[in-house]
């Protein structure tokens, strides 16, 4: 009985520490204008951009694993979600260099801060802007599906609110093990340059060998196996499955859940499975980061 009183301090103080730095990084953010509009405008920015482009190869319309025609605006918000996340979550490491060329993230090292709750505060900061960017992508792509095919909120979103809720956690989902990633690359270079050009490597190939912007069907035989193995096309799998109600998994043939839940069943294990491991793994550069190392 006398141990029950440590385990609550112990845990209010990890939820207090988490609460400390997720402060600390959100008043960061708000605090620079620029990096505030850019976040905002860059999702627009992209679905505006990548219809246009992209949409006039595919015709204005997609027909293939979505289960039918469909417009190209609906097959693209999805994709766009997990992009946002994705470029969301790479800033993580960038910010993280920051820390440490201050001298910030030696000081948070010396002090009896948990090192999970470090991890975890700075993550929700950067959950919390992919959660708003995501918003605004399912916020500007109605008018602009109203305008390319015309109808309404359920021929836009077939699942209806729930489903675009859902596509918000799929997006906060898949940015939770790049954002790990993006912590871990900062925390190995220790430069800012090094970070960027370490993720970046990463990023635009994962993101271009998918099927975020056109049917695996239609792309090479090679993008089409490196795919299988891609966490974005789950991502954007998941995402799109809860946009069009229906399975429109092309990589795994599950049917054993029924309709849209053989493609989010498989794509959220396969996602799940990456934060745990990615996130652990942060936890584990952290904790073992010294002062002097962080220097």
Same mark, same amino acid.
């Given at each position: 009985?006398?141990?029950?009183? @440590?385990?609550?301090?112990? @845990?209010?103080?990890?939820?207090?520490?988490? %609460? #400390? $730095?997720?402060?600390? +990084?959100?008043?960061?953010? /708000?605090? $620079?204008?620029?990096?505030?509009?850019?976040?905002?405008?860059?999702?627009?920015?992209?679905?505006?951009?990548?219809?246009?482009?992209?949409?006039?190869?595919? =015709? =204005?319309?997609?027909?293939?694993?979505?289960? =039918? &025609?469909?417009?190209?605006?609906?097959?693209? #918000?999805?994709?766009?979600?997990?992009?946002?996340?994705?470029?969301?979550?790479?800033?993580?490491?960038?910010?993280?260099?920051?820390?440490?060329?201050? @001298?910030?993230?030696?000081?948070?090292?010396? !002090?009896?801060?948990?090192?999970?709750?470090?991890?975890?505060?700075?993550?929700?900061?950067?959950?919390?802007?992919?959660?708003?960017?995501?918003?605004?992508?399912?916020?500007?792509?109605?008018?602009?599906?109203?305008?390319?095919?015309?109808? &309404?909120?359920?021929?836009?979103?077939?699942?209806? /609110?729930?489903?675009?809720? @859902?596509?918000v956690c799929v997006g906060?989902?898949?940015?939770? +093990?790049?954002?790990?990633?993006?912590?871990?690359?900062?925390?190995?270079?220790?430069?800012?340059?090094?970070?960027?050009?370490?993720?970046?490597? #990463?990023?635009?190939?994962?993101?271009?060998?998918? &099927?975020?912007?056109?049917?695996?069907?239609?792309?090479?035989? +090679?993008?089409?196996?490196?795919?299988?193995? $891609?966490?974005?096309?789950?991502?954007?799998?998941?995402?799109?499955?809860l946009m069009f109600g229906?399975?429109?998994?092309?990589?795994?043939?599950?049917?054993?859940?029924? =309709?849209? %839940? $053989?493609?989010?069943?498989?794509?959220?294990?396969?996602?799940?499975?990456?934060?745990?491991?990615?996130?652990?793994?942060? #936890?584990?550069?952290?904790?073992?980061?010294? !002062?002097?190392?962080?220097?």
């Amino acid at each position: 009985m006398s141990t029950e009183p @440590g385990r609550k301090a112990a @845990g209010n103080g990890f939820l207090t520490d988490t %609460w #400390v $730095n997720l402060k600390r +990084w959100m008043l960061k953010t /708000v605090r $620079n204008p620029f990096v505030m509009t850019f976040s905002l405008i860059n999702p627009v920015m992209f679905l505006v951009l990548f219809t246009q482009v992209f949409g006039g190869v595919a =015709g =204005g319309a997609i027909s293939d694993s979505v289960g =039918g &025609s469909a417009s190209y605006v609906t097959y693209l #918000v999805p994709a766009i979600a997990i992009q946002v996340a994705l470029i969301g979550a790479t800033s993580s490491g960038v910010g993280l260099v920051n820390d440490i060329e201050s @001298g910030m993230f030696e000081k948070a090292l010396v !002090s009896p801060m948990h090192r999970g709750a470090i991890f975890l505060g700075k993550s929700l900061s950067e959950v919390l802007r992919i959660v708003l960017q995501v918003c605004i992508i399912l916020v500007v792509g109605f008018p602009m599906f109203y305008l390319d095919a015309g109808g &309404s909120l359920g021929d836009y979103v077939a699942t209806g /609110v729930l489903g675009a809720i @859902g596509i918000v956690c799929v997006g906060v989902l898949f940015a939770i +093990w790049f954002t790990a990633l993006s912590n871990i690359v900062a925390l190995v270079t220790r430069d800012q340059e090094s970070t960027m050009i370490g993720v970046n490597i #990463v990023q635009f190939p994962l993101l271009f060998l998918s &099927s975020a912007f056109l049917p695996l069907d239609s792309l090479p035989g +090679w993008v089409q196996v490196v795919a299988a193995f $891609n966490p974005v096309t789950y991502g954007v799998d998941a995402a799109r499955a809860l946009m069009f109600g229906r399975d429109v998994m092309t990589l795994i043939d599950v049917t054993a859940f029924g =309709g849209m %839940w $053989n493609t989010l069943v498989p794509a959220v294990a396969v996602l799940g499975a990456l934060d745990i491991a990615l996130g652990a793994l942060a #936890v584990y550069f952290i904790a073992r980061s010294t !002062s002097a190392e962080a220097r």
